[in-house]
Every structure is written in structure tokens, then in C-alpha cells.
């Protein structure tokens, strides 16, 4: 296989070799081929004991993932190519579970919003205020 660590970012360098392996037949559609050869790839990384993972990060995606991640390919008729998308699909959970978004600034409306707004509820109110009962002049 092509990829011998898993680099998601945040320091993190799993090596490949960490990453076991089941294979089975892969179901559904196919006939005699699906039956017989083992294409199914599932790929297991066990988080809690994978070198390479500094504290702080081990403990973010083990809150995130949990201890053991799984991931299960079927969706090529080669187990080379399932075992490849399995490792990227591995690296792309790792990823996600590992960014960490930028806390929202907040922001004050600016002076010429405010104006606006409050032009616009004036005019309302006198649209609504001109809606009242007319005065008969006898």
C-alpha cells in the first residue's frame, strides 16, 4: 500500500502499520464475484494505544470517535482500492474530529444599522398611527 502514515494534521503521525485489517465478501450486487472474493475491507485503528498521537489530540478524538474507530469499504470490486479509500476515509474523520472552529467574535450593529432601523419602525408607527378612526367634522 501507498500511504505508510496517517498525517490528519495537529502533529498527529500514525503509522499504517497500526491500522488492522478484516476482509469478507462484499454482499449485494455482482453475482459470482461479490460472492466469492473477499473485497470487503474494514479497517480498525484502536485511538488509545496508536503512537504518534499527542496527549492533548488522543484525548479530543477519543471524546470525538471513541476509543476504537471503524471504518468498512465495499464500494470496488478490488480490496486494494476499498483498502485505500478506508485509510483516506480514516484520515478524514481523524481530520474533522481534530478541527477545532474559531470561536465567534461578536459584533456591535454599526451607527448608520441603528439609524436605519429605528427610521424605519418611525415610519411604520405613523403608517399604523394614520390608521385610526376618522374624526367627522360636522
Known amino acids: 500500500m501507498a500511504i505508510d502514515v496517517l498525517s490528519p494534521g495537529s502533529g498527529v503521525r500514525i503509522p499504517a502499520g497500526f491500522v488492522t485489517w478484516a476482509f469478507g465478501p462484499s454482499g449485494g450486487p455482482g453475482g459470482q464475484h461479490a460472492n466469492k472474493a473477499n473485497t470487503r475491507a474494514e479497517a480498525t485503528l484502536d485511538l488509545v494505544s496508536a503512537p ?16 476504537r474507530l471503524v471504518v468498512v469499504v465495499d464500494d470496488e470490486r478490488s480490496q486494494l482500492r476499498n483498502r485505500t479509500i478506508a485509510i ?40 399604523k398611527r394614520g390608521r385610526g378612526q376618522v374624526q367627522r367634522d360636522d
Open 52 to 67: 504518534g498521537i499527542p496527549e492533548p489530540a488522543r484525548r479530543r478524538l477519543i471524546e470525538k470517535l471513541g476509543p
Open 88 to 127: 483516506e476515509r480514516i484520515e478524514a474523520k481523524l481530520q474533522t474530529a481534530l478541527h477545532r472552529p474559531k470561536p465567534r467574535r461578536q459584533t456591535k450593529p454599526s451607527r448608520g444599522s441603528v439609524r436605519r432601523r429605528l427610521d424605519t419602525k418611525q415610519r411604520r408607527s405613523e403608517v
